[in-house]
């Protein structure tokens, strides 16, 4: 396959210097990329096999490399981000790799090495320009937070994060001095050298950075959801200029917050739109409900100001008193000491010899860091010998007295340095799976069971799986609340599985399923909610609670709610379903019951005590009541970079915040509830249309006819003064709209005749369905007569104002007397 090229010419000289000669090579089933350079005496060539694929994001995919060493010297390991070659011809997006290839090479030089992550080159490969890089190992902040055994809270204490901050502001501070602009600053672009508590972190991805000048303005739009300013989130014309800097003094204070409460400061596109109209102030709780000193506070809200030019510049946020190292005694002073104390595995190779002058920064063994552990009173680790005589390389020989070393620690329940060991040995043979499998095993007997996880299906990708190994990775499943996966690597090894591990597979699978029968056949919702305790005794240790068993949990209390108007079950849904969305707020199953709550509020406001966390509706009706925007995702997290609308094309996942991309979204959703409308499914279509009202408040011509929709669908529903509401905000919103004045004439007529319980034979015609022909008013009329009389249920004896009311309460619990009630 031909190599494609990209005219060099176009690109500045640091970068043309950094591209890597390159070939490609298939042995065994491996995949091999080989570098050949020429130093002046001698040619060399690097050889690096292909391990894994990392992740991959909107700005390109990462895979795992090792250099192949075939004496002596431990094997290097680097990252190769994986970015697609544009189209040349589409200027913007020409521009794209090469802001980042430049931004790259210009902050891996040595003296940046502390702040950004290295860069060891770029090469081509067919289709895509590949960017070496160093790998971090413990990864970004972003899972650092989300994972519940490293960080069992989801957020840092205050010193810990103002370590950090004050790390990733010299990084922006040295951008900005530079000339250069980040503008996708956010926790997953955070990368961990070494974890508290004595932090270091890199700044990483400079897929959008760009470079400033005299003009350093632009009318970019593009970043990540939950860390865009309002500048750049559509609430100001698009065609404004944006200060690329202050953006990324935004995205800081984004950092900040989440690091600090593990929540976002504005959850939603609303909750910001009303933050920037100023309709709500600073949400200053969020931070004092966690304790956080003044200091702090008054910094993030100094960078999450509404005008940009009053937010602190990176240089002004360093001298804010809030980074004022001096008030925290025995904090040692930063980049100067940022690889003192952690342990480094030293390539024992000449990098002279392999690696010339002008290819790029040496990309060295990588640094394991990791916390200090003391060692253990009366027993020291075995260190790899010397004088080791038996067979093997010198290399398996280091490898294996770190492996002993391990076991020994394992036996005597030390994990912590039972770990620290079977690292070293996994560092010094990446490709053996006994090492992997050994490290799952101490990280279970930890407790880490996401890392045990990993480190089994890494086992399994190098080597033909044991039983052992299957057998491992079963109990993992089971712990992770996965019995499904489970049982299907029990059938895989008969005869070596226990019948304790199977049962415990098998009844967290029993109960999981009668969880969801109880709520979806039976309408039984406090059966849900036991099955779900029960299922819960198999989980691990420190084990999350699966997101599907939050979501089923969180639905049975709100149907609890709703049938029994009990506020206990309504604040247990809102947490579960506030601690999902913090976690990934486009998650689509949180978002649709958390508009359920709203919808149920906004039509029973008796069942809410006024001191829900929730949004509360406002006199516009309950489409004001939450913001439910498109959750087609990739990340991220949830965490993914949403598409630029002028200096910077389409990316795969990224959402555009043109006018055009939301108007699409509002008719597409707007469809869904007219197609639920048809169906007589008017609840559903009710809460679809509100999903649509506040997708783009801007786009005034279609949120009109939705409004209409929606009042529409309240007449049905029997709720005919917010169907007039609705038909008066449609005529706001466009007043040469002739619709609404005819639906809102019919609302008031039917109001009217509701009132007298009778119908008028000769009122106007209403329209059958958004979008359709009309139909006579007489069926309207008789149906709001219908709805106007107390119904008693005959199972239960409640009653009912309305009929529709009562039939959702008979086709929830059953409890029709026969096929005709």
């Known amino acids: ?286 931070l004092r409900d966690v304790e956080a000193t003044d200091d702090v506070t008054d910094f993030v809200k100094s960078l999450t100001r509404i005008e940009p030019a009053k937010r602190l510049t990176a240089l002004g946020a360093l001298d804010h008193p809030w980074m004022d190292m001096s008030l925290n005694p025995g904090t040692e002073s930063r980049s100067e000491n940022l690889t003192e104390g952690s342990e480094t595995m030293v390539d024992t190779e000449d990098p002279s010899n392999v690696w010339p002058d002008g290819f790029g920064a040496q990309p060295k063994c990588e640094q394991t860091t990791r916390p200090k552990t003391a060692p253990p009173s009366n027993t020291k680790p075995s260190e790899p010998s010397a004088n080791l005589s038996s067979g093997g390389t010198a290399l398996e020989k280091v490898a294996e007295a770190h492996k002993d070393s391990g076991n020994q620690f394992f036996k005597d329940e030390k994990y912590d340095l039972a770990i620290e060991q079977y690292t070293k040995a996994i560092e010094t043979i990446p490709s053996s799976a006994v090492y992997l499998g050994n490290r799952a095993a101490a990280y279970m007997a930890h407790f880490r069971w996401e890392e045990a996880f990993a480190d089994c299906l890494n086992a399994m990708a190098l080597e033909t799986p044991t039983p052992k190994l299957r057998l491992r990775l079963g109990r993992i499943y089971t712990r992770l609340g996965r019995p499904k996966e489970a049982l299907a690597q029990y059938e895989k090894i008969p005869g070596h599985v226990r019948e304790k591990d199977v049962n415990r597979a098998n009844h967290m699978e029993n109960c999981i399923k009668s969880a969801r029968d109880a709520l979806e056949v039976y309408k039984d919702y406090s059966s849900v909610l036991s099955f779900i305790d029960q299922a819960k005794v198999e989980l691990g240790t420190l084990a999350p609670t699966p997101r599907d068993w939050k979501l089923l949990r969180a639905e049975a209390s709100i149907y609890i709610w709703q049938r029994d108007g009990d506020l206990v079950h309504l604040v247990e849904a809102e947490e579960i379903l506030r601690d999902l969305l913090g976690k990934d707020y486009n998650d689509s199953e949180a978002h649709r019951l958390d508009a359920r709550i709203q919808v149920t509020k906004a039509m029973k406001p008796a069942f809410t005590d006024g001191n829900s966390t929730q949004p509360t509706t406002t006199n516009e009706g309950p489409d004001q009541t939450i913001n439910t925007e498109d959750t087609r995702e990739s990340v991220p997290g949830d965490e993914r970079p949403t598409q630029p609308t002028s200096d910077v094309n389409s990316d795969s996942h990224s959402v555009s915040l043109t006018s055009e991309y939301y108007a699409k979204e509002i008719v597409r959703v707007k469809t869904i509830g007219n197609e639920a409308y048809k ?41 005919i003064q917010l169907a007039i509401k609705d038909c008066e905000r449609a005529l706001r919103l466009d007043p040469s709209y002739e619709k609404p004045h005819i639906i809102k004439e019919l609302a008031e007529k039917l109001l009217g005749e509701t009132a007298k319980q009778g119908t008028d034979e000769g009122e106007a015609e209403q329209e059958k369905a958004p979008g359709e022909s009309t139909s006579e008013t007489k069926k309207e009329a008789s149906q709001a007569q219908d709805d106007a009389t107390t119904i008693i249920c005959p199972k239960c004896g409640e009653s009912f104002e309305r009929r529709w009311k009562f039939i959702n309460h008979a086709r929830q619990f059953d409890h029709f007397v026969d096929s005709d009630s």
């Open 679 to 719: 169906k007589g499914q008017f609840t559903k279509a009710l809460e679809v249309y509100s999903d649509a009202l506040v997708i783009w408040p801007r786009d005034k011509t279609n949120n009109a006819r939705v409004a209409l929709n929606r009042a529409q669908t309240y007449i049905k529903l029997g709720e």
């Open 1 to 286: 396959m031909e190599i494609p090229t990209v005219p060099l010419d176009i690109l500045p000289e640091l970068v043309r210097d950094s591209e890597l000669k390159v070939q490609f090579v298939q042995e065994g089933g491996s995949s091999f990329v080989i570098h050949t350079h020429t130093a002046r005496r001698r040619s060399a060539e690097e050889k690096w096999l292909v391990k894994r694929h990392l992740r991959s994001g909107g700005q390109g995919s990462v895979d795992l490399q090792t250099r192949v060493v075939e004496e002596f010297g431990e094997p290097s390991i680097r990252a190769v981000k994986r970015i697609e070659i544009p189209d040349l011809h589409k200027a913007a997006r020409s521009k794209m790799y090469q802001r980042e290839l430049e931004t790259i090479a210009k902050f891996s030089q040595a003296k940046f090495s502390k702040l950004f992550v290295t860069s060891y080159g770029w090469y081509l490969s067919p289709g895509y320009i590949n960017i070496a890089m160093e790998y971090c190992e413990l990864g970004d902040l972003n899972k650092y937070l989300r994972n519940s055994l490293l960080c069992p809270e989801n957020r840092l204490p205050e010193l810990d994060t103002r370590e950090i901050v004050y790390q990733v502001l010299e990084a922006l501070s040295t951008m900005h001095e530079e000339n250069f602009c980040h503008r996708d600053l956010k926790l997953a672009n955070i990368l961990i050298k070494r974890t508290g508590p004595r932090w270091w972190v890199k700044v990483a991805d400079f897929g959008l950075s760009k470079r400033g000048g005299n003009d350093s303005t632009t009318n970019f739009s593009a970043g990540s959801r939950g860390y865009m300013s309002p500048e750049i989130s559509g609430f100001k014309d698009l065609d404004s200029k944006v200060d690329p800097y202050a953006v990324d003094m935004w995205g800081l204070g984004q950092v900040v917050s989440r690091l600090l409460t593990g929540q976002v400061l504005f959850p939603t596109q609303l909750d910001l739109g009303r933050y920037y109209f100023g309709d709500i102030k600073f949400p200053e709780k969020l």
